[in-house]
């Protein structure tokens, strides 16, 4: 049992006016300038306010047991479904999702801007953004927005600075690597290694060409790859392999699907579980009561 209590907000954020962003909050009473921490889910796609909060750094797990390892002890926590179509958040018109980083910056900062509206008590008490995978990216675009805004003076904000978690940043700089860490770690031995480094070389010839959509089947054809010559190697704990894990056991399960299948299963799928979109769509949607009826979690 925890050792403090603490509050609860939620709500929607119109960022444009086909577009509507879902936010929650927890906080910790009484505040004593306690920091703030904005956590960005990975995919892009996946939900902050589903994986994030109930199978990470939130206060309660999907049993609604404790969490007694959850960020809350140390900062109030905010979780945002981002970019829309993520968790909670939808659109109205296919033509407001976002379509880059830029974008979905402008739209963290359409929140921002209203969050502090309804929480002004958080301009002045330090702010950070923590984040996973993808998210890595959409918070470096963050940063730089609300550091720009600051500087002209158009945003009063204490922003401290951000934490970023296996960071999808820099693509090639990963792929490249990914040979020679598992060759490392002796998961590959020498003939294999010189068919993922040959794999590599060719994604950023593609890279070096900017054809990106065949870079992107460059990526989705090197993992599937590795996947074969580790005999389904966790991509998220090398410690486990070979079907040892949730994700390694679907991993024939998969094989059957399309490579845009297996991308979407390998970075977006597993923040996605069944059993998470379930509760989610139900006991969660019960407590918030504000989820329109046409909005499914992780829908969009």
């Known amino acids: 049992m925890y050792l403090f ?3 609860e907000d939620w709500g929607y954020v119109d960022i444009r006016s086909a577009a509507h962003t879902f936010w929650w909050l927890y906080a910790v009473k009484p505040a004593n300038n306690r ?3 904005l956590w960005l889910q990975g995919g892009p796609g996946a939900s902050s306010t589903g994986f994030g909060n109930f199978e990470e750094t939130g206060p309660k ?3 609604s047991t404790d969490n007694l390892s959850t960020w809350l002890q140390v900062a109030d926590l905010v979780y945002v479904d981002n970019p829309v179509g993520s968790g909670f958040s939808y659109v109205d018109e296919d033509d407001a999702f976002t379509t880059d980083v830029a974008q979905i910056g402008q739209d963290l900062l359409l929140w921002l801007r ?6 002004n008590e958080y ?3 330090p702010f950070f953004i923590f984040c996973e995978s993808y998210g890595g990216k959409m918070s470096a675009e963050f940063a730089r927005v609300i550091t720009q805004e600051i500087a002209s003076g158009s945003l ?6 951000v934490a970023l978690g296996d960071s999808w940043i820099s693509a090639m700089d990963y792929v490249n690597s990914w040979g020679e860490y598992l060759y490392a770690n002796s998961y590959l031995d020498s003939n294999q290694l010189a068919r993922v480094n040959a794999q590599a070389k060719a994604c950023q010839k593609k890279v070096d060409q900017n054809q990106w959509s065949q870079a992107t089947n460059c990526w989705g054809n090197m993992e599937d790859l590795i996947e074969v010559e ?3 190697v966790s991509w998220y704990n090398i410690l486990k392999y070979g079907g040892q894990d949730d994700w390694s056991k679907k991993r024939r399960k998969r094989s059957t699907f399309g490579w845009r299948s297996r991308q979407f299963q390998r970075h977006v799928g597993r923040l996605q579980l069944d059993a998470l979109s379930n509760y ?9 009561g504000i989820i329109p009826d046409n909005v499914k979690f992780g829908g969009s």
């Open 280 to 288: 989610m769509d139900t006991t969660v949607r019960a407590k918030l």
């Open 156 to 161: 009063r904000l204490d922003f401290r600075g």
């Open 114 to 119: 209203q969050f502090l509206v309804l929480h």
């Open 61 to 63: 797990t999907m049993n």
């Open 35 to 37: 920091p703030l921490i």
């Open 5 to 7: 209590q603490y509050d």
């Open 123 to 125: 301009r002045t008490r």
């Open 230 to 232: 580790t005999d389904g």
